[in-house]
């Protein structure tokens, strides 16, 4: 099984900045993307940042410039660096990743999700 570990969040002020890291571990052969997307209701999920194996990024218009994500050096591991937050960056941040797991079956999965509240 591959499973995300997700750490960070909390209760900042606006104008602060805040860093997530995600992690996937298991039995995986290879990782071609990862991300992270904001939760809303009904289990919809919005694309916050996200990146995949070749290093192309890709961002919401809406953090753009603000926020950046990029790879750790642990594998298969990922950071969201969050600058100048705002009240309404506030939400659910929920890991992505996609890949093979060691049997090359393939894998598409989330995170339980960290809780971002940007106080003004």
């Known amino acids: 099984q591959v499973h995300l570990v997700e750490s960070g969040g909390g209760s900042v002020q606006a104008g602060t900045s805040m860093r997530l890291s995600c992690t996937a571990t298991?039995?995986?052969?290879?990782?071609?993307?990862m991300g992270w997307y904001r939760r809303s209701p009904g289990d919809k999920r919005d694309l916050v940042a996200k990146?995949?194996?070749?290093?192309?990024?890709d961002y919401s218009d809406s953090v753009w410039g603000r926020f950046t994500i990029s790879p750790g050096n642990a594998n298969n591991t990922v950071f969201l660096q969050m600058n100048d937050l705002r009240p309404e960056d506030t939400a659910v941040y929920v890991c992505?990743?996609?890949?093979?797991?060691?049997?090359?079956?393939?894998?598409?999965?989330w995170g339980q999700g960290a809780q971002v509240t940007v106080s003004s």
């Open positions: 992505w990743a996609e890949g093979y797991d060691s049997d090359l079956a393939p894998f598409n999965i």
């Open positions: 990146i995949d194996d070749g290093g192309l990024t």
């Open positions: 298991g039995t995986i052969f290879r990782v071609y993307g």
